[in-house]
């Protein structure tokens, strides 16, 4: 049974930093996406982050969060992490942490896990 449950999540001032974890247990395959989204009241959810496999991996970023947030994974530890700099209001949300298999994975092999989520707020 896959596991993911995220933390660090919490009331920060604009201008602020924070760093989530999220600790993975079960099977996941070690050419995984790990991925961050998150979802604000009202909207969809959205990709702010991804990464493919191992550190060395691929990493994509939604363009609001470029140069302010970086995601890295320590597989020794089976933990991502979503360190945020230079929070903003428009940050305020709830991140979800999401395992999936990779894009070349056949249709009847292919899984998606989600944690539960930890609320982000950004407010002075």
């Known amino acids: 049974q896959v596991q993911l449950v995220e933390s660090g999540g919490g009331l920060v001032q604009p201008g602020g930093s924070l760093r989530l974890s999220c600790a993975t247990s079960g099977s996941i395959g070690s050419g995984s996406v790990m991925g961050w989204y998150r979802q604000a009241p009202g909207k969809q959810r959205e990709l702010v982050a991804a990464i493919t496999g191992s550190d060395t991996g691929s990493r994509n970023y939604a363009d609001s969060v470029k140069g302010r947030f970086t995601i890295s994974v320590d597989n020794a530890k089976n933990t991502v992490y979503l360190q945020m700099n230079n929070l903003r209001p428009e940050d305020t949300a709830v991140y979800y942490c999401?395992?999936?298999?990779?894009?070349?994975?056949?249709?009847?092999?292919?899984?998606?896990?989600w944690g539960q989520g930890t609320q982000v707020t950004v407010s002075s």
């Open positions: 999401n395992a999936r298999s990779p894009p070349w994975t056949s249709v009847l092999l292919r899984y998606s896990y």
